[in-house]
């Protein structure tokens, strides 16, 4: 008996792992829509600054109602007073410190559960918190909002992200790199979808007695539920001891010395100094990324001032409220450039691993994101606008294949048994850098400007700054070396596990009457109902991109 014969399909429950093996003729192009559909959904996250503005003025409408002096204990629970921005934000917070926690913790169930359940519980979580947030902007309570979701949505964020990744590792061998980044892609470009999407909705459900924001919440969490759980039950897993038909590993000798044929157990990989040498590199390219992207908005307009609107002698201090209004929006084009770089580097980066080796990649990361720190305050000293721009707009795209590199990296280092789960651990590092990076940018950039430093130049020991970031993470790349063979399980270990996930039997290598797959009908249509969805994104921010070149 194979490990896909017999399966009872009929008599398992519907969200069990054992229902998700795939049977012969299944298309594995079919896997990646499914991750899409729940990466796009979560990558809203991102987005969630669009309900700022809104928010602040809940009560008032036209205008915030501000009580001087209120406590962020306060604001959790008036209903009298509108919220300030910087307490809504800590949702921003919680979203990747719940979102790193949560895929630590239950980044092993979820190799036992299956991409499937784990999907379930992200789509219930990600859309029962935006239910839960939407009735506490209805009543006007804040902590709703921080539990809706900031906790219980950021538990969905880790059981979302992480819910593909070791999947698509498993079948796709021979593309590791383009498998995580198609699937970690969809993160970075939520938010092209869904600000614009909860832009509209808010213009359609405002009136004079409301912003809107409510009614929105709970139209997008109907929308995304039909999406996430479209996704959760799109998955499929390889039958153990699946690989393509003829397929064989082929990579340098270089190369061939970073990536293992053997497996580290889940409860090892955290003892091992690869481990962390790796968390240090995700922490710290992050921390420089996640900096700039915090900080992209108010830095074009501070730098550049006058510039963006045709006035070069004029600082940002001396427009007037319109010329500041004109370059806010040229501003907010800037962020969404820095969405399309975001996500094409999730895309590209990854797949470019796949040749270049995954360290390798690292280290353009690292070196060349040296230079363009170090040399971007020199660009805008000059007033160059679009060699600035391009500079960052590199960075970015480095921030994102950054995410996207890392799983395959891990697989590389540790096997594909546990790489789900040690992913997930090692996403700690992105809720750290989602405190270190921007504490730093903003904390660096007040103490210039209190000291007097002319904005324009209030970012210039930042860049340097997270410059030093890089070069540190450079040094943590260059230590990563092939584990010891002690930390590796023994090949009677590993035959257990899959024998275990096979239903029954002896565990068999092949492609199970599984091939490399094909763009048929069923594979266009799913694609379709990802990729129609992703372009409006994308159309919609090149058309608010343009006037920063306008």
Known sequence: MTAIEDVPEFRTPLLSRERTIARPGFNRWLVPPAALAIHLCIGMAYGFSVFWLPLSRAIGIADPVACEGMSLLSALFTTSCDWRIADLGWIYTLFFVLLGSSAAMWGGWLEVAGPRKAGVVAALCW?????????????????????????????????????????????????????????????????????????????????????????????????????????????????????????????????????????????????????????????????????????????????????????????????????????????????????????????????????????????????????????????AHTGNQVLFVAMICVIISMYGGGFSTVPAYLADVFGTQFVGAIHGRLLTAWATAGIVGPVVVNYLREAQIAAGVPRAQAYDYTMYILAGFLAVGLICNALVRPLDEKWFMKPEQVAALRASDATAGQVQSGSFGIDRGRFDLPAMLAWAAVGIPLAWGVWTTVMKTAALFG
């Open 127 to 379: 859309c029962g918190g935006m239910v839960v947030s939407g009735i506490g902007v209805m009543t006007h309570q804040l902590w709703l909002m921080w539990i809706g979701s900031g906790f219980i949505g950021g538990v969905g964020l880790g059981l979302g992200y992480i819910s593909p990744v070791s999947t698509l590792i498993k079948w796709f061998p021979d593309r590791r790199g383009l498998a995580t980044g198609m699937a970690i892609m969809g993160f970075g470009g939520g938010a092209m979808i869904g600000a614009p999407l909860a832009d509209r909705l808010m213009n359609h459900f405002q009136s004079m007695s409301g912003v809107g924001v409510w009614q929105t919440f709970f139209v997008m969490a109907a929308i995304y539920f039909v999406f996430m759980m479209a996704g959760a039950f799109g998955y499929r897993v390889p039958p153990a001891g699946w690989k393509p038909e003829g397929w064989q590993p082929k990579v340098s000798a270089r190369q061939a010395a970073m990536i293992t044929q053997h497996h580290v157990h889940l409860r090892d990989a955290h003892k091992t100094r690869q481990f962390w040498l790796i968390w240090l590199v995700l922490c710290l390219n992050v921390s420089a990324g996640i900096g700039v992207i915090g900080m992209a908005s108010p830095m074009l307009q501070e730098i550049f001032a006058g510039r963006l609107v045709g006035r070069p002698e004029l600082s940002f201090t001396e427009l007037d409220p319109s010329q500041k209004a004109a370059i806010a929006a040229i501003a907010a084009g800037f962020a969404g450039l820095l969405s399309l770089f975001n996500i094409a580097g999730r895309l590209c980066w990854a797949s470019a691993s796949d040749r270049l080796g995954r360290k390798t990649t690292y280290f353009i990361f690292f070196g060349l994101g040296i230079v363009l720190y170090t040399l971007a305050p020199s660009a």
